[in-house]
């Protein structure tokens, strides 16, 4: 069966829509948010099949966007077969090879809670996840379910960075990175290792998909999503390449 349709029907769950909000990412839109009913437990086959179809995990709710008028978020994945790093990402991997890496389960851990505030500090001080607190970090990056991972970035027995990720049948999808914004961290370009060693762990485990989410063509927070290629985008019920603009 191709990767490009879910292997189980999905027409038997319950979904909601949420009351219009604001938008995260688009200055002046409101958005509407499809999610699955939260008495569905996003078990590993639901989860399978709903990654397929665009659907995202946040804590323990899967979700896609569902806005009147408005498509501008599109779900993208890197085929990870096809992909070969950019000169400017070869020069990231080499730049970071005295960092170890390390994956954990999805469960609260005080150091990793510990940078994500800051991070969030520096970086989001004026988003929606500021202020940061325990309880916001558990309900969205911790999980007790086998799929829900979390990888570690370690210089020596520092901490600089944990990427979320999720462990699915076809690809592993990235929940979110945080990383230390110390300055002098920024040459290493964290965020753009985390993706590259996702892509890595899904070559080594023979997985064809890295799922990154929505991109957004207005959304400057998205542009780096594009220098990850080649790239594909859900186009209805189908996975197609993206053209690079």
């Known amino acids: ?25 688009l200055q002046g839109r409101e958005a509407t948010t499809l999610f699955l009913d939260p008495q569905e437990a996003p078990g590993q086959g639901v989860y399978d099949a709903l990654a397929l179809l665009g659907f995202r995990r946040s804590g323990r709710h899967l979700y896609r966007p569902h806005c009147e008028g408005c498509s501008a978020c599109i779900s993208v ?10 000169r400017n990402q070869r020069k990231v991997i080499a730049r970071n090879t005295d960092i170890t890496l390390r994956t954990r389960p999805a469960i609260f851990d ?7 505030s800051r991070y969030i500090r520096a970086r989001h001080a004026d988003g929606d ?26 210089l020596g027995k520092r901490l600089v960075a944990v990427a979320a990720f999720d ?15 110390d300055d002098t961290m920024d040459r290493r370009s ?18 064809p998909h890295v799922y990154l989410g ?5 959304s ?15 186009d209805g019920s189908r996975w197609r390449r993206l053209i690079p603009t």
Request: one cysteine or more; aromatic letters at 14%.
């Open 1 to 25: 069966m191709s990767s490009n349709t879910p292997r189980q029907p999905v027409r038997d769950l319950r979904f909601f829509l949420t009351v219009p909000h604001g938008c995260s990412y």
């Open 77 to 86: 994945r890197i085929p990870v077969d096809d992909f070969t790093a950019s």
């Open 110 to 116: 005080p150091e990793h809670y510990s940078l994500y």
């Open 129 to 154: 996840m500021f202020p940061p607190s325990h309880e916001q970090y558990r309900t969205f990056l911790t999980l007790n379910q086998p799929y829900a991972r979390l990888l570690e970035f370690r």
């Open 167 to 181: 462990q699915l049948e076809h690809g592993l999808s990235a929940i979110y990175t945080f990383f230390d914004p």
């Open 190 to 207: 964290l965020g753009t290792l985390a993706v590259l060693s996702l892509i890595e762990r899904a070559r080594e485990q023979h997985m």
């Open 214 to 218: 929505y991109w957004i063509r207005e």
């Open 220 to 234: 400057r927070k998205m542009n780096y999503k594009q220098a990850f290629r080649p790239l594909e985008m859900l």
